[in-house]
């Protein structure tokens, strides 16, 4: 794998396409990346963060943030991608928001490239939770969710305010951490404060 960056600061693995993948619907002489045989290619590997084309997005749509991708290996290893509400097109990655189960999924029918997910190629489309390994464009992500059990951007001061409603924590839906000892949704794989990966 020979993974450059394109003029418009695209990832692409140049054994792969001659072009940059993502600049093909708008190539013009700036943008073109063509790739001729024993051109050496400069690659910027400075750590100065960068601004991800999804964050510019969000710039210009006012959604929230529901999560983050960052990075763990790879070129971009220290930096981090926001996620926001409705549809995140990450590379050419398609990660939506499902409002109705609150989770961040892959939709792989609408991307073209081959996207792992802790170490399992992915067929078809599949949610993401907490602490998932993702890796595409050989750069290895983790999966940040800010949208989880007791949070909700719908419901103001969620975290510090105990309303009328709240009802006492129900034990028996629940599992103990081995490592850090916190209470946590039979729902989850992973500890939502230490991250520790249940063993089924």
């Known amino acids: 794998m020979n993974v450059v960056r394109?003029?418009?600061?695209?990832?692409?693995?140049?054994?792969?396409?001659?072009?940059?993948?993502?600049?093909?619907?708008s190539i013009n002489a700036k943008t073109e990346c063509l790739?001729?045989?024993?051109?050496?290619?400069?690659?910027?590997?400075?750590?100065?963060?960068?601004?991800?084309?999804?964050?510019?997005?969000?710039?210009?749509?006012?959604?929230?943030?529901?999560?983050?991708l960052v990075a763990i290996d790879g070129i971009l290893y220290g930096d981090f991608i926001p996620l926001y509400e409705g549809e995140n097109d990450v590379d050419g990655v398609m990660l939506k928001y499902d409002p109705s189960m609150k989770k961040v999924f892959i939709d792989v029918q609408n991307t073209g490239v081959r996207v792992d997910l802790d170490a399992r190629t992915l067929s078809e489309n599949t949610y993401i939770h907490h602490h998932n390994r993702i890796r595409f464009y050989g750069n290895t992500y983790v999966f940040?969710?800010?949208?989880?059990?007791?949070?909700?951007?719908?419901?103001?001061?969620?975290i510090q305010t105990i309303d009328s409603d709240v009802k006492s924590v129900d034990i028996e839906n629940k599992w103990k951490c081995i490592i850090c000892g916190s209470m946590v949704s039979n729902d989850e794989i992973?500890?939502?404060?230490?991250?520790?990966?249940?063993?089924?």
């Open 190 to 200: 992973y500890c939502t404060t230490c991250g520790y990966k249940r063993e089924e």
């Open 35 to 68: 790739l001729m045989p024993n051109m050496d290619i400069k690659q910027d590997n400075s750590m100065e963060p960068s601004v991800h084309p999804n964050t510019e997005n969000y710039k210009l749509e006012k959604r929230l943030v529901v999560g983050w």
């Open 144 to 158: 940040i969710e800010l949208i989880r059990e007791g949070f909700d951007w719908r419901r103001k001061n969620v």
């Open 6 to 25: 394109c003029e418009n600061g695209h990832f692409y693995d140049a054994d792969v396409f001659k072009i940059c993948p993502h600049c093909k619907s």
